[in-house]
């Protein structure tokens, strides 16, 4: 313990104004954070350390900390995890599952049914026949070459494997399609959220997509030159908006980057 308060207060010593989340996975760590000692931290540090994810599950059903995220690792805890005053969760499989997991959270904070949890929980167990990572970029690749790539000693699934994993989810009613028509879904929200002004979307196969109420003429225009582009923007626009307009695959025309500040 003394070796990880040590770790702890060089990383605070030298950035005094981070947040920090404790992860707390003995599996791939080697440590396994106690109920006593996470509170011990917080007391010592308790500008800076604000939550835990806790893929070891010791610690969610009965750590109680003020103001203090407590974050499971995986969907199948989610709503037990609410249940016991957990945040939510932070799982490598929300890269997949994102929306689907918002839906079951939305769901439990208005009392409604739990029908989407089932089906969440058995995607969750689907995955977890097979290494996290390998079976996420195996389902991702199929809509981004990029994901085909790994650090070692990780690879992506075989090919017997990835259709296992991909016919399984299928069976679950839960494909790479419903990820493609999330696209179509975000636009029609952008579409009626954003009433001042507007701009046009091009995507990388030519479909144009007007949002919002454009005033300009010619009405400004992003040129989406990848087809995986789409997907990202959907997960992540602020991690890749960026990088593609600096790569050159996001073009701009009529107007400038902070122009698309909605």
């Known amino acids: 313990d003394k070796d990880v308060i040590n ?41 800076q350390i604000i939550g835990v994810k806790d893929s070891s599950y010791n610690l969610y059903k009965s750590l109680k900390i003020k103001n203090f995220s407590i974050l499971p690792g995986s969907e199948i805890k989610l709503i037990s ?11 490598a499989t929300c890269n997949i599952t994102s929306r689907l997991a918002r839906e079951v959270y939305d769901s439990y904070l208005i009392k409604s049914s739990e029908e989407k949890n089932v089906q969440l929980c058995k995607i969750r167990e689907v995955f977890d026949q097979f290494n996290l990572i390998s079976g996420v970029h195996s389902v991702l690749s199929n809509l981004d070459n990029d994901y085909n790539y790994l650090l070692p000693t990780l690879k992506n699934l075989d090919g017997k494997n990835k259709k296992k994993l991909i016919s399984q989810l299928e069976k679950l009613e839960f494909n790479l399609n419903n990820l493609k028509a999330a696209w179509v879904k975000m636009l029609n929200f952008y579409n009626k959220v954003i009433k001042e002004d507007g701009f046009h979307i ?59 500040e909605y």
Not at 10 to 36: A, H, R, V
Not at 204 to 226: D, M, V, Y
């Open 7 to 47: 770790f702890y207060n060089k990383i605070i010593e030298n950035i005094s104004d981070c947040k920090i989340i404790l992860y707390n996975f003995e599996k791939l760590c080697g440590y396994k954070f106690n109920e006593d000692f996470v509170k011990k931290l917080v007391n010592k540090f308790p500008k």
């Open 81 to 91: 995890g609410l249940k016991n005053g957990c945040t939510g969760i932070i799982s």
């Open 202 to 260: 091009i995507d990388s196969r030519q479909n144009k997509f007007i949002i919002g109420n454009p005033k300009k003429n010619p009405p400004i225009t992003l040129k989406l030159h990848k087809r995986n582009l789409n997907f990202k923007l959907l997960l992540f626009p602020d991690l890749y908006f960026g990088e593609a307009y600096t790569d050159g695959n996001i073009e701009i025309q009529n107007g400038h980057p902070t122009d698309t």
